[in-house]
């Protein structure tokens, strides 16, 4: 909103002119810093976009792999007993951050969406904190318990590992289209 100009002192009219140009030297003070924020904010919509694009393909796709292949084949393949209530614990704990970080993604998207637009954003900050941090754990737990312990129990019989290896690769390979 403009600022008003200051009130014309009738017995000091240059006065008057004095004090626009203080004003005026104010604001483009102001409009001095503009360049230097211009790069962050270009940055935010790139960040922005970048992570809208790789998320809503990558997390759910990568949820969806190990729900549907490894949990599944490490699941199976423990021995009964302790080790199987360790991978079913280990299983239900990461199924569960899976549905919970989902959920954090979606309630993020439309501020993402305003900020990859360069448009006002409500952009929940406590929940984007919340998300890289409970995304962070949740890769360690992976990380430092449920893979080694695959790598463990798959790696007891090559034929459970080639098989999830084989499943892998066929989602992955892009279809053919036969040509006759």
Partial sequence: MPRALPPTDTDAPISHFSNCHTGILAQ??????????????????????????FFNEALFGHHNEEEKDLFPAVSKSAKAGAERLEVDGLIEQLTHDHRALEKL?????????????????????????????????????????????????LGRQDQHM?????????RHVPDFVAYI
């Fill in 162 to 170: 080639a098989a999830l290896g084989l499943t892998l690769h066929m």
């Fill in 28 to 53: 483009l003070a102001r409009l001095g810093d503009l360049p230097a924020l211009l790069g962050p904010a270009a940055q935010a919509r790139k960040i922005a976009q970048e992570s809208l694009a």
């Fill in 105 to 153: 993604w979606k309630s993020l998207e439309p501020g993402l969406r305003k900020v990859a637009k360069g448009q006002d954003s409500t952009l929940d900050v406590l929940s984007l904190g919340s998300m890289v941090q409970r995304y962070q754990a949740h890769a360690r737990l992976e990380e430092q318990a449920f893979l080694p312990l695959a790598q463990t129990i």
